[in-house]
C-alpha cells in the first residue's frame, strides 16, 4: 500500500501543491508589487525629505538673517535711547544753567517742565508744582496783563511782559517775561524764560527821580531868572543911573580919588548887569530852545557873524570857512554858539592879527564842527573849568 503510494502518487496532493505554488506566487507578486510601491514612495520620501532639507536651510538662513537684523535693530535702539537719554540730560543742563526762570504750561496754565530757579524764587517745592497754574504767582493788575499777554502768545504766537512775580512768603520781584507757542506731541503750549530785572528797575527809579530834581532845578532856576530879570535889575539899574549921573555931574570937579572910585562903581553895575543878563540867558537854554529840524550851518554862520558886525569891523579878525553841511538841530541855539566861540576867539587874542577858520566833519550820524583860532589859547589843566558857569582864565584886560 506505502509501496503503491509511492509509485502512483494520490493526484489530490499534486493539486494541493499546486495550489501552493501559485498561492506562493502570488504572495511574492503582491510582495514585489508591495516592494515596489515601497521603493516609490522610497524615492518620493527621499525627494521630500530632500526638498524639506532645503526648505530647513532656506529657514536656517532666514533665521540666521532675522537675528543679525533683529540684532543690528537692537543695537540701533540701544544707540538711540542712549543718544536721546544724552539729548535729554544736555536739555535738562541747558535749562538749569539759565540765569533766569524757565517754563513750559499748557492752555490751562498747567506746568509741563521749570528750572530749579523757578522754585528757588517762588519758594514752592517741585512735588507742590504740577497742582500750581502760571496765574496764581502774579496779583492784581500783573495777573490781568500775564493773563492777558498768555493770551497774545496763543493767538498770535509770541508776546512779552513785565510784571511783579509773587513768591510764597509774599516778595514781590520784578521780572521781564517772553512766551513762544509752541506744538508738543500735538498740543499747544507756551514755553518761556523770565528774567529778573531789579537792578533795571532801581536804575529807572534813579534816573526818574534825578529827572524830577532836574526839573524842579530848572524851574526854579527860570524862576530865579525872571527875579533877576525883574526885581534885581531894578534896583541895579537905580544905582548904575546914580552913578552915571555921579560922573557926568562931577566929573573933574573933585579930586582924581572921586573920578577913579565912581569909574569903579559905574563898571562895576555894568558888570553887574551884563552877568544877570547872561544868567537870564543861561536859564532859557533848556526851556526856551526851538524845535530840531534840518539846518544849514552855513546860513547859522552867517547869522552869528551877522550879529558880531561891529565886533569883527573893529578888530579886523580874518574869518574864513570850509563848506558846511546840512545839520538836524535848533538854528537859534547853533546860531548862539558860533557866536560865542567868535567872540571869544575875538576878545582873547594875542598880538597878531586874529584870525578864525570854522570847519565841519560828518561821521556816522554826527556832524562835529570846530572852530579854530591864533589867540592866547587854554592851558590844557584848564580845559574843563572853562565849562563851568561864570569862569574866567583871564583878566579884563
Known amino acids: 500500500m506505502s509501496h503503491q503510494s509511492e509509485v502512483f502518487p494520490d493526484p489530490r496532493n499534486r493539486l494541493t501543491a499546486d495550489s501552493d505554488n501559485v498561492r506562493l506566487e502570488d504572495t511574492q507578486r503582491a510582495v514585489l508589487n508591495i516592494l515596489e510601491d515601497f521603493d ?177 532845578s530848572n524851574a526854579e532856576l527860570e524862576q530865579f531868572a525872571y527875579i533877576a530879570s525883574h526885581d534885581l535889575q531894578e534896583p541895579l539899574r537905580m544905582v548904575s543911573s546914580y552913578v552915571q549921573l555921579l560922573g557926568k555931574r562931577y566929573q573933574g570937579k573933585l579930586d582924581a580919588d572921586a573920578d577913579e572910585f565912581i569909574h569903579y562903581a559905574a563898571d562895576g553895575a555894568n558888570r553887574m548887569q551884563r552877568l544877570i543878563n547872561d544868567l537870564l540867558a543861561y536859564s532859557r537854554v533848556g526851556t526856551r530852545g526851538g524845535t530840531f529840524e534840518p539846518t544849514p550851518l552855513e546860513s547859522i554862520l552867517n547869522q552869528a557873524l551877522d550879529n558880531l558886525k561891529m565886533l569883527v569891523s573893529d578888530s579886523g579878525v580874518i574869518i574864513t570857512h570850509d563848506a558846511l553841511p546840512m545839520v538836524y538841530g535848533d538854528a537859534g541855539q547853533l546860531s548862539q554858539v558860533f557866536q560865542n566861540l567868535i567872540d571869544n576867539a575875538i576878545k582873547f587874542r594875542g598880538d597878531d592879527v586874529p584870525r578864525v577858520h570854522i570847519s565841519a566833519e560828518i561821521r556816522g550820524n554826527e556832524c562835529v564842527c570846530s572852530v579854530q583860532d591864533n589867540g592866547i589859547g587854554i592851558a590844557p589843566e584848564y580845559r574843563e573849568r572853562i565849562f563851568l558857569i561864570f569862569q574866567r582864565l583871564h583878566t579884563r584886560s
Open 40 to 216: 516609490a514612495e522610497k524615492e518620493q520620501m527621499h525627494d521630500t525629505s530632500k526638498a524639506l532639507l532645503n526648505i530647513l536651510e532656506d529657514l536656517n538662513v532666514s533665521n540666521e538673517e532675522l537675528q543679525q537684523s533683529r540684532d543690528v535693530l537692537e543695537e540701533r535702539v540701544i544707540e538711540r535711547t542712549a543718544e536721546l537719554t544724552r539729548e535729554k540730560n544736555i536739555s535738562d543742563t541747558t535749562i538749569e544753567s539759565l540765569p533766569g526762570v524757565f517754563y513750559l504750561f499748557d492752555t490751562q496754565g498747567k506746568f509741563l517742565k521749570w528750572n530749579k530757579n523757578w522754585e528757588l524764587v517762588t519758594g514752592v517745592t517741585a512735588e507742590e508744582m504740577p497742582s500750581k497754574t502760571v496765574l496764581e504767582f502774579f496779583e492784581g493788575e500783573d495777573r490781568t496783563l500775564i493773563e492777558q499777554r498768555i493770551g497774545e502768545v496763543f493767538e498770535k504766537g509770541q508776546s512779552t511782559a513785565e510784571a511783579n512775580f509773587v513768591s510764597r512768603d509774599g516778595r514781590r520781584t520784578p521780572y521781564y517775561f517772553t512766551g513762544r507757542l509752541v506744538v508738543l506731541d500735538g498740543k499747544e503750549c507756551l514755553i518761556g524764560v523770565g528774567m529778573d530785572i531789579s537792578e533795571r528797575k532801581l536804575a529807572e527809579e534813579a534816573i526818574k527821580s534825578r529827572t524830577e530834581e532836574l526839573a524842579r
